[in-house]
Nanobody, 115 residues
Framework: QVQLVESGGGLVQPGGSLRLSCTPSESIFSFTNMAWYRQAPGKQRELVARIFRIGSPYYPDSTKGRFVMSRDFAKNTVYLQTNSLRPEDTAVYYC?????????WGQGTQVTVSS
Protein backbone atom coordinates (compact mmCIF):
# COMPACT_ATOMS: atom_id res chain seq x y z
CA GLN A 1 0.00 0.00 0.00
CA VAL A 2 1.49 3.31 -1.10
CA GLN A 3 0.95 6.34 1.13
CA LEU A 4 0.96 9.83 -0.36
CA VAL A 5 1.57 12.89 1.80
CA GLU A 6 0.37 16.15 0.29
CA SER A 7 0.95 19.72 1.44
CA GLY A 8 0.97 23.29 0.20
CA GLY A 9 -2.67 24.23 -0.12
CA GLY A 10 -4.15 27.40 1.30
CA LEU A 11 -5.96 30.65 0.66
CA VAL A 12 -4.58 32.90 -2.06
CA GLN A 13 -5.80 35.99 -3.87
CA PRO A 14 -6.62 35.89 -7.60
CA GLY A 15 -3.41 36.11 -9.61
CA GLY A 16 -1.39 34.51 -6.83
CA SER A 17 0.60 31.29 -6.71
CA LEU A 18 0.89 28.18 -4.58
CA ARG A 19 3.21 25.19 -4.75
CA LEU A 20 1.70 21.84 -3.86
CA SER A 21 3.88 18.91 -2.83
CA CYS A 22 3.30 15.16 -2.85
CA THR A 23 5.71 12.69 -1.28
CA PRO A 24 4.98 8.98 -1.74
CA SER A 25 6.12 6.21 0.60
CA GLU A 26 7.82 4.44 -2.34
CA SER A 27 10.36 5.73 -4.81
CA ILE A 28 8.86 7.84 -7.56
CA PHE A 29 10.97 5.78 -9.98
CA SER A 30 8.56 2.90 -9.34
CA PHE A 31 5.52 4.64 -10.81
CA THR A 32 4.40 4.52 -14.42
CA ASN A 33 2.86 7.93 -14.11
CA MET A 34 2.01 10.56 -11.54
CA ALA A 35 -0.74 13.13 -11.74
CA TRP A 36 -2.59 15.92 -9.98
CA TYR A 37 -6.38 16.09 -10.03
CA ARG A 38 -8.81 18.51 -8.47
CA GLN A 39 -12.43 18.41 -7.40
CA ALA A 40 -14.60 21.44 -6.76
CA PRO A 41 -17.88 21.20 -4.82
CA GLY A 42 -20.61 19.70 -6.98
CA LYS A 43 -18.22 18.90 -9.81
CA GLN A 44 -16.43 15.82 -11.07
CA ARG A 45 -12.79 15.23 -10.33
CA GLU A 46 -10.67 16.52 -13.21
CA LEU A 47 -7.08 16.09 -14.32
CA VAL A 48 -4.85 19.15 -13.99
CA ALA A 49 -1.42 17.69 -14.85
CA ARG A 50 0.20 14.33 -15.54
CA ILE A 51 3.77 13.19 -15.96
CA PHE A 52 4.94 9.82 -17.18
CA ARG A 53 8.15 8.07 -16.21
CA ILE A 54 9.67 9.35 -19.44
CA GLY A 55 8.65 12.47 -21.33
CA SER A 56 7.21 15.90 -20.72
CA PRO A 57 4.21 16.66 -18.53
CA TYR A 58 0.74 16.88 -20.01
CA TYR A 59 -1.67 19.69 -19.15
CA PRO A 60 -5.30 20.12 -20.18
CA ASP A 61 -6.35 23.46 -21.64
CA SER A 62 -7.69 24.64 -18.27
CA THR A 63 -4.20 24.66 -16.71
CA LYS A 64 -1.79 24.84 -19.65
CA GLY A 65 0.52 27.83 -19.37
CA ARG A 66 -0.33 28.44 -15.70
CA PHE A 67 0.49 25.21 -13.87
CA VAL A 68 3.81 23.36 -13.88
CA MET A 69 4.31 19.81 -12.67
CA SER A 70 7.81 18.69 -11.75
CA ARG A 71 9.71 15.99 -9.88
CA ASP A 72 12.65 16.10 -7.48
CA PHE A 73 14.13 12.63 -7.47
CA ALA A 74 16.55 13.44 -4.66
CA LYS A 75 13.65 14.46 -2.39
CA ASN A 76 11.33 11.80 -3.82
CA THR A 77 8.68 14.48 -4.25
CA VAL A 78 6.45 15.68 -7.06
CA TYR A 79 5.29 19.28 -7.19
CA LEU A 80 2.51 21.29 -8.76
CA GLN A 81 3.36 24.96 -9.15
CA THR A 82 0.11 26.84 -9.63
CA ASN A 83 0.37 30.38 -11.04
CA SER A 84 -2.06 33.08 -12.10
CA LEU A 85 -4.70 31.45 -9.95
CA ARG A 86 -8.36 32.18 -10.61
CA PRO A 87 -11.43 31.75 -8.40
CA GLU A 88 -12.45 28.82 -10.61
CA ASP A 89 -9.26 27.02 -9.57
CA THR A 90 -10.73 26.64 -6.09
CA ALA A 91 -10.92 22.93 -5.30
CA VAL A 92 -9.42 20.09 -3.34
CA TYR A 93 -6.26 18.98 -5.14
CA TYR A 94 -5.26 15.33 -5.09
CA CYS A 95 -2.02 13.60 -5.92
CA UNK A 96 -2.36 10.32 -7.83
CA UNK A 97 0.24 7.69 -8.69
CA UNK A 98 -0.03 4.59 -10.81
CA UNK A 99 2.34 1.64 -10.94
CA UNK A 100 2.52 -2.13 -11.04
CA UNK A 101 1.22 -2.32 -7.45
CA UNK A 102 -1.87 -0.30 -8.22
CA UNK A 103 -3.43 3.15 -8.31
CA UNK A 104 -3.16 5.40 -5.24
CA TRP A 105 -4.54 8.74 -4.08
CA GLY A 106 -3.48 11.30 -1.53
CA GLN A 107 -5.79 12.75 1.10
CA GLY A 108 -6.19 16.02 -0.79
CA THR A 109 -5.18 19.59 -0.04
CA GLN A 110 -7.58 22.54 -0.26
CA VAL A 111 -6.78 25.45 -2.57
CA THR A 112 -9.04 28.47 -2.22
CA VAL A 113 -8.68 31.46 -4.56
CA SER A 114 -10.56 34.46 -3.25
CA SER A 115 -10.12 38.17 -2.60
Amino acid sequence: QVQLVESGGGLVQPGGSLRLSCTPSESIFSFTNMAWYRQAPGKQRELVARIFRIGSPYYPDSTKGRFVMSRDFAKNTVYLQTNSLRPEDTAVYYCNVNGTSGDYWGQGTQVTVSS
